[in-house]
């Protein structure tokens, strides 16, 4: 898992609530990512930062919500908006934005919602 | 639209034995392609990248092969260990960095 910390492993929520996810990297890069991950499914893209205080929007945004204050931080927010968000969530950096550059992902977060 | 599948959704294989696993994609412009270990409970690990130029690369007990003609790609494991038992997934990306990733391969090895 590299330099990238996720906490907590695993998350119980009630419906309706708010959640934030950690993500932390010591790896000095500059790109960080967050991705959903379903059984059956492959990795979705939720958001994305190229650097601080910059992000753009995955594939499936909608009900979730991200900051980038601190190069190190990228913490992922599940709003009630989320329809389904029981999920593995993972947190993922590379050096910089671009698919050729390797992502190293972090142990990831496993979200409940009843 | 960009796709990415592979099969066989899961295997199950004795130690020592070799097995392949198999992608294809219909992502394009091809950029690269990666095929990523996942332990259960924890995040992919990189095990190797291919570009278009590349249609053979070894990590270890690990070798991928990569035909850009027909855009497919196979994972070949070969004396396989417990410790091998873990999803496979492979990563297609385009030259836009759209990235897609396939639902991936579960493989047991047992004993």
């Known amino acids: 898992d590299g330099g990238i910390t996720q906490s907590p492993k695993y998350l119980f929520r009630k419906e309706g609530q708010n959640v934030t996810l950690s993500c932390e990297q010591n790896l000095n890069h500059d790109a960080m990512y967050w991705y959903r991950q379903d059984p059956g499914q492959g990795l979705r893209l939720i958001y994305y930062s190229q650097i601080v205080n910059d992000f753009q929007k995955g594939d499936i945004a909608e009900g979730y919500s991200v900051s980038r204050e601190k190069k190190e931080s990228f913490p992922l927010t599940v709003t009630s908006a989320q329809k389904n968000p029981t999920a593995f969530y993972l947190c993922a950096s590379s050096i910089v934005a671009g698919a050729i550059y390797e992502q190293y992902f972090g142990p990831g977060t496993r979200l409940t919602v009843t | 639209k960009n796709q990415v599948e592979q099969s066989p959704q899961s295997l199950i294989i004795l130690e020592g034995k070799n097995c392949t696993l198999q992608c294809n994609y219909t992502v394009s412009p091809f950029s690269n392609l990666r095929w990523y270990k996942q332990d259960t409970g924890r995040g992919p690990v990189s095990l190797t990248i291919?570009?278009?130029?590349?249609n053979t690369k070894s990590n270890g007990r690990y070798t991928a092969t990569l035909d850009a003609d027909t855009k497919q790609s196979s994972l070949h494991i070969t004396a396989s260990q417990l410790s091998d038992s873990a999803s496979y997934i492979c990563v297609v990306s385009a030259r836009n960095n759209d990235m897609r990733f396939g639902a991936g391969t579960r493989l047991t090895v047992k004993p």
């Open positions: 291919m570009t278009f130029s590349e």
